[in-house]
């Protein structure tokens, strides 16, 4: 089993409305995850962190659930420009090393 | 406040050729690593500090060397380029402790012919 596992779409989503991806994860150790976005041949942008049970950050949600060790990411209302690809990433214990799914690719249609 | 700096953007090289992938932050993050991007494989860790003169290998380490003589600079040599080699080549950096996301450079993208 892959460290960190994700559905690697494509999601077509209709602008206006709500998608959400899922992550799951082997290490049970770890204690913090990441949501990163990255476009189309640019570097990894960090987007949201998850700790406890989760984290809300305007139309984007994140939620951890450690008792099934997967995390997951909500987009309200979504955008034009919240086309890219979404990684999740998992730190080990003292956050020196990442982790990284290989990406969920996000493309929200007109 | 440049951030992650990576230089060159681009690179051709050829088969046994040698070159130095350079990185530079001006944050004072004590956390550096290397990460190389192939289609359907994510981003994989070649190399990574937790500071000055302390260097360790990530998951994919063969054919690459590092140093990290200051805070600011943590360069990664290709020691004899190999076409497996060609690849997205990205540096990040981070303060310490699990609460901190990285600051990624934007790329090298190198091809090995």
């Known amino acids: 089993r892959k460290e960190v596992e994700q559905d690697p779409g494509p999601f077509n989503v209709p602008e206006g409305a709500t998608v959400a991806f899922n992550c799951t994860y082997s290490n049970s150790a770890s204690q913090s995850f990441f949501w990163y976005r990255q476009d189309c041949r640019k570097e990894p942008k960090l987007l949201m962190s998850v700790y406890s049970s989760g984290n809300e950050d305007g139309r984007f949600t994140a939620q951890l659930n450690r008792a099934s060790q997967y995390i997951s990411l909500l987009i309200r209302d979504s955008k034009l420009s919240d086309s890219a690809t979404y990684l999740c990433v998992a730190p080990n214990f003292g956050n020196e090393k990442l982790t990284f799914g290989t990406g969920t690719r996000l493309t929200i249609i007109p | 406040n440049a951030g992650v700096t990576q230089t060159p953007k681009f690179q051709v090289l050829k088969t046994g050729q040698s070159m130095t992938l350079q990185c530079a932050q001006d944050?004072?993050?004590?956390?550096m690593s290397w990460y190389r991007q192939d289609p359907g494989m994510g981003l994989r860790l070649i190399h990574y500090s937790v500071g000055a003169g302390i260097t360790d290998q990530g998951e994919v380490p063969n054919g690459y060397n590092v140093s990290r003589s200051t805070t600011e600079d943590f360069p990664l040599r290709l020691l004899s380029a190999a076409p497996s080699q060609t690849s997205v080549y990205f540096c990040?950096?981070?303060?310490?402790?699990?609460?901190?996301?990285?600051?990624f450079g934007s790329g090298t993208r190198l091809t090995v012919v």
């Open positions: 944050m004072n993050h004590e956390y």
């Open positions: 990040a950096s981070s303060y310490s402790g699990d609460s901190y996301g990285y600051t």
